[in-house]
């Protein structure tokens, strides 16, 4: 599979800075991208079942 990437003048300039083939640098932005999609989904995940507990936890017992 093939993609197109359009490179920024910053994007070019942080690989230079990076010492990095851009190349590289964008493989690296891709993988940074999924593991924030993972984190934010386990964080997600850990919000809603902390939600789901509140009420439980709230209500007065008997």
Do not use: C, H, N, W
Not at 10 to 33: C, H, N, T
Not at 40 to 62: F, G, H, N, W
Request: glycine fraction near 4%; aromatic fraction near 4%; proline fraction near 5%.
């Amino acid at each position: 599979m093939q993609i197109s990437v359009d490179v920024t003048d910053e994007m070019r300039r942080e690989a230079e800075s990076r010492g990095l083939p851009i190349i590289d640098y964008v493989d690296f932005l891709i993988a940074k991208g999924r593991q924030a999609m993972t984190e934010d989904a386990v964080v997600s995940s850990a919000i809603e079942r902390i939600r789901a507990l509140r009420p439980k936890a709230l209500t007065p017992r008997s």
